[in-house]
């Protein structure tokens, strides 16, 4: 079945291994990497470990929202890390979103952090969500994209 004759309320599932790394010091204010430093590091690393995308997204649009969230996340870190300068670990959130890429609803799963509890920037990161300070692309209906990332090279 291609795109174009995909039923609109599709529950199409796609889940995917994604270990792409982004240094807020880097020369152009962010970098991929193929593998994640240690957590020895002292740049702000923050990387995208994996996503389920279901409904109407497609699984690049949901990396292209993901890519969006970047500068929102590592700033986020950043944040905390300034309270928490020990702060490493790994947090999975859930994005609802509407069919224009707008978040409804941002669910906090699992987090696991060493160096502090995290609360900073799992705050600051709800906030940027919710406040639009990023967007999904549109797609043809609602959509949840659930992603799960590693701060400080966490693995």
Do not use: N
């Amino acid at each position: 079945m291609t795109s174009s004759t995909r039923p609109r309320a599709s529950l199409g599932l796609a889940l995917l291994l994604l270990p792409s790394c982004f240094s807020h010091q880097a020369p152009d204010g962010g970098s991929q990497e193929d593998v994640c430093p240690g957590p020895e590091t002292s740049e702000s690393v923050v990387c995208q470990q994996a996503m389920v995308v279901t409904g109407s997204l497609s699984a690049d649009q949901a990396r292209a929202g993901l890519a969006a969230a970047m500068d929102s996340l590592v700033s986020s870190y950043e944040s905390a890390r300034s309270k928490e300068p020990e702060l490493v670990g790994e947090a999975t959130w859930t994005f609802r979103l509407e069919a224009d890429g707008t978040t409804r609803m941002l669910l906090e799963g699992k987090r696991s952090f060493t160096g502090g509890d995290g609360d900073a920037l799992i705050e600051s990161f709800a906030l940027a969500a919710m406040g639009s300070d990023f967007v999904f692309p549109a797609a043809d209906g609602p959509s949840m994209v659930e992603a799960r990332f590693a701060f400080g090279g966490a693995e």
